[in-house]
C-alpha cells in the first residue's frame, strides 16, 4: 500500500508540491460538485425556454373535448393510420405503458388523452420534421377509461381511441 500511495505522490506531484491521497480525492469530489451544478444550471435554462411554447390551457382542460379544442382549435378524424398501443387490462393505473407510431406524412405533433382523468390531456409532443412519428409513455389513469392518440398531420387531426380497464386506480385511487 505504501508503495502506490508514494507511487501516486509522485506522479502527481511532478517534482513540485507533494500532493496527499486526500488532496486528490478533494478535488476530484469538488470538480465532480461542479460538474452536477452546470448540469442542474443546464436543464433549468432549457425548462425556461421551452415554457413560452407550452399549451398551460389544454392541460387543465377537463374533458377530451375541451382539450383538443384547446391545443388544436377543432377535432379529429379516426384514422387507421394511427397505431396505438395499450394494455386491455392495466393492474396498476399509476403505471400504464402505452405508445403511438404512425405511417402518416409530415406529422407535426402527438397527443395522449385519457378520457375519464381528472384533466383529460396526459402528454402532447411536438414532432420535428424528419422525425420518426412514434412516442412512448406511462399513464396515470384514474380509472377504467379510453385513451386516445391524436396526430396533426399536414394541418388535419387524426385519431386512434382504445379502453384500457384499470383494476387499481393511479390518480388518488
Not at 396505438?84 to 393505473?93: H, M, R
Amino acid at each position: 500500500m505504501s508503495t502506490l500511495r508514494s507511487s501516486l505522490t509522485r506522479t502527481l506531484s511532478g517534482g513540485g508540491a507533494r500532493a496527499s491521497r486526500r488532496t486528490v480525492l478533494r478535488g476530484a469530489a469538488l470538480a465532480a460538485l461542479f460538474g452536477i451544478g452546470l448540469n442542474a444550471m443546464r436543464a433549468v435554462a432549457a425548462f425556461a425556454a421551452n415554457a413560452a411554447g407550452w399549451p398551460a390551457d389544454a392541460f387543465k382542460q377537463k374533458s377530451d373535448a375541451d382539450a383538443l379544442k384547446s391545443l388544436y382549435g377543432k377535432a379529429a378524424e379516426v384514422s387507421d393510420k394511427v397505431k396505438l398501443e395499450a394494455p386491455e387490462i392495466a393492474e396498476n393505473g399509476a403505471v400504464v405503458p402505452i405508445s403511438v407510431s404512425t405511417s402518416l406524412p409530415n406529422v407535426t405533433s402527438i397527443a395522449i388523452l385519457v378520457a375519464e382523468n381528472p384533466n383529460a390531456l396526459a402528454a402532447s409532443y411536438r414532432i420535428p420534421e424528419g422525425t420518426t412519428p412514434a412516442v412512448s409513455n406511462r399513464l396515470k389513469m384514474a380509472k377504467t377509461s379510453n385513451v386516445i392518440a391524436v396526430v396533426e398531420s399536414g394541418g388535419k387531426l387524426f385519431s386512434a381511441t382504445k379502453e384500457v380497464k384499470v383494476t387499481v386506480g393511479g390518480c388518488g385511487g
